[in-house]
């Protein structure tokens, strides 16, 4: 079963191509994903290792003079699609103008962290091309301090910044504000190929479009978005995968004698680890989304907050909480690690990400875990995707319960990940 598997996901990932970037499943999701894709070439590492380096060349083609790279890059117009360029407008507002049409906002920065693992596990063709797509990586590293950072902080504007779109941490952030009263009237197009019931709700989709609004109408100043838009909350997730990818950029830098560039990562490094506790909830004892305008924390344990393995931060006792947090989640669903806590307001083993277990992310918990010596449950999280995928396919999350597939099928992260980390034969695959 599993060989099969093996050349089921290569499959999906070569059907998903589209010459030189993966869209992450058709139709549903029709452009280049940015974190998809970083996912994506771990999965090409595996049989194709030049497409690998490829799929992240290609990604970075999108960034911006800043030195974001967008969440979504819009290579074409598709009907299929909403929110498309039309409604972004980031090349016709944003001066100097993107490479592409694009989002206006960015996505968890999870590219140095790929990189570190294709240059551990390849040779010298590949940090050769991880010395090709150094600089630009580094600059948005920079970027996320500069034009996102609150108060030593590192922040997001909108909820789809995050990758984690209608996960209840963003709960105070959309509570507090308004949907725009002139909003125009649009049809969303994800309710059409996706069951609408596991997707965000018409409100919370009301005030993720006022909020690119506000940014198209600010021209996209990404300053004046962070500092006066209507959404801001200090993510756990950006914050653990930014701490790492800037740790993991450092080592590559390491390999490559940049010095100066080794400095700059250390002190971006020493700000991250101070930055943590802002994110530890101490009423539910756990790192959460926060409301960086009010101060006010998020009510759960998301799957973001274990990354702190990922990233080896936090104190001891803070870890140790968290672990104790994982093994009660563990006696609560049938498969780890659920987006959202069980026992919270607003779990929904099927809607997004309310609830089901997404590949990707256990992929990040279980290195962290593993890494940091917790191997039992690192080894059960690894376990269960595998089990998951073998029970339902090549679905792009899963309930936790019944371990039925959820949203998008024959999703190209999906099958990454079951190459790179899942199957069985992973290590035979990695060879």
Not at 2 to 24: F, H, M
Not at 275 to 294: E, L, M, S
């Amino acid at each position: 079963m599993s060989d099969d598997l093996d050349t089921q996901a290569i499959e999906i990932l070569q059907k998903n191509d589209r010459g030189g970037y993966t869209v992450p499943t058709a139709r549903l999701y029709p452009y280049q994903w940015n974190w998809d894709s970083a996912f994506v070439a771990l999965g090409f590492g595996t049989f194709d290792r030049a497409r690998a380096w490829t799929e992240l060349a290609y990604l970075l083609e999108g960034q911006w003079d800043n030195g974001m790279v967008p969440s979504i890059l819009f290579r074409h117009d598709d009907p299929d699609y909403f929110p498309g360029p039309s409604v972004w407008q980031t090349q016709s507002a944003h001066t100097p103008q993107p490479p592409m049409p694009s989002t206006g906002v960015s996505q968890p920065p999870i590219l140095a962290c790929v990189m570190r693992q294709l240059v551990e596990t390849g040779g010298a063709k590949d940090l050769k091309f991880a010395e090709e797509l150094f600089e630009k990586t580094l600059k948005w590293h920079r970027w996320y301090q500069t034009e996102r950072g609150s108060n030593g902080v590192v922040a997001t504007v909108h909820p789809w910044e995050t990758g984690r779109d209608n996960c209840p941490d963003w709960e105070p952030g959309l509570t507090a504000m308004e949907i725009d009263s002139e909003l125009e009237p649009y049809q969303r197009m994800d309710t059409k190929h996706a069951n609408p019931e596991q997707r965000p709700s018409k409100e919370q989709y009301d005030k993720f479009l006022s909020i690119v609004k506000f940014g198209r109408e600010s021209l996209w100043n990404q300053r004046k978005l962070t500092d006066e838009g209507p959404f801001l909350m200090a993510d756990p997730g950006i914050h653990f995968i930014l701490l790492r990818a800037n740790k993991d950029l450092l080592e590559i830098a390491q390999r490559l004698h940049k010095t100066e560039a080794a400095a700059e990562l250390k002190s971006l490094i020493e700000q991250g680890e101070q930055a943590t506790n802002y994110f530890w909830n101490n009423d539910i004892g756990a790192f959460t989304a926060r409301n960086v305008k009010t101060g006010k924390f998020s009510n759960g344990l998301s799957n973001a907050s274990v990354l702190c393995f990922f990233a080896d931060t936090g104190t001891p006792q803070q870890q140790q909480k968290t672990i104790e947090h994982i093994q009660r989640v563990q006696q609560q669903v049938k498969f780890l690690m659920p987006s959202w806590d069980p026992t919270a307001d607003m779990f929904d083993p099927q809607r997004y990400w309310c609830g089901p277990v997404w590949p990707q992310m256990n992929y990040l918990i279980s290195m962290g875990l593993a890494e940091q010596g917790h191997n039992a449950l690192a080894d059960a999280i690894r376990d269960d995707m595998a089990s998951l995928i073998q029970q339902s396919g090549f679905y792009e999350c899963f309930n936790p319960v019944s371990g039925d597939g959820c949203i998008g099928v024959d999703f190209s992260w999906t099958a990454a990940i079951w190459l790179a980390w899942a199957s069985p034969n992973r290590q035979r695959l990695a060879a």
